[in-house]
């Protein structure tokens, strides 16, 4: 089982990036995935999800707005579409699939990527 985020880096306030997270080994058409992240200091927090059934995507309240997350089944990939970047949004983010639903405890996870936003 893999998970592999990608598409981190470093963007000026207000800027744009795609965060990419790759899945193999498990049947990705039934595991929900999550995007979560963690600045220095701080918890992890939930960023935003995405069903494995009807594709019903949650938002944190952050991130309501500038964040997007979509799926591509035949890819085995999620996409995390992030505009309007703010300093604050600077963290690792990870991702992770659950065989139940956005609400489960994640049964996988991903390496991180770092995302910067900083001018």
């Known amino acids: 089982v893999q998970l592999q985020a990608s598409g981190g880096g470093s963007v000026q306030p207000g800027g744009s990036l795609r965060l990419s997270c790759a899945a193999s080994?498990?049947?990705?058409?039934?595991?929900?995935i999550a995007w979560f992240r963690q600045a220095p200091g701080l918890e992890r927090e939930g960023v935003s999800c995405?069903?494995?059934?009807?594709?019903?995507?949650y938002y944190a309240d952050s991130v309501k707005g500038r964040f997007t997350v979509s799926r591509d089944n035949a890819k085995n990939t999620v996409y995390l579409q992030m505009n309007s970047l703010k300093p604050e949004d600077t963290a690792v983010y990870y991702c992770?699939?659950?065989?139940?639903?956005?609400?489960?405890?994640?049964?996988?996870w991903g390496q991180g990527t770092l995302v910067t936003v900083s001018s």
């Open positions: 992770a699939a659950d065989r139940g639903s956005c609400h489960g405890r994640m049964d996988y």
């Open positions: 080994g498990f049947t990705f058409d039934y595991y929900a």
């Open positions: 995405i069903s494995s059934i009807d594709d019903n995507t």
